[in-house]
C-alpha cells in the first residue's frame, strides 16, 4: 500500500470515529477501527509536529535560537 497524505490519513481517522460511533457496530470491529484511529491520530500529531518546527524556521529564520519562543504558535492550547 502506499503512503497516504495527510489529508487521506485525517479523512480515514474521520470515517473510523464516524464507523465507532454507530450503535450496530459489533464490539470486535469497534476495537480494531479504535485501534487503527489511535495509531492514525499518533501519526498525525507528529506530522503537526514536524510542520509547526518548519514553519518556526520560515517564520523565524535560520538565526533564531532554538531556547527562543517562536513569534508564531499554531498549536498552542490556552487553559
Given amino acids: ?11 480515514r ?8 460511533r454507530r450503535s450496530d457496530i459489533p464490539l470486535d ?22 510542520i509547526e518546527s518548519r514553519i518556526e524556521i520560515l517564520m523565524n529564520g535560520p538565526d533564531a535560537k532554538e531556547d527562543e519562543k517562536p513569534e ?3 498549536f498552542t492550547t490556552e487553559e
Fill in 13 to 20: 481517522l474521520e470515517a473510523l470515529g464516524d464507523k465507532i
Fill in 72 to 74: 508564531l504558535d499554531l
Fill in 29 to 50: 470491529d469497534a476495537l480494531a477501527a479504535f485501534e487503527e484511529g489511535i495509531k492514525l491520530a499518533r501519526a498525525l500529531e507528529k506530522d503537526l509536529s514536524k
Fill in 1 to 11: 500500500m502506499a503512503t497516504k497524505n495527510f489529508e487521506e490519513r485525517l479523512e
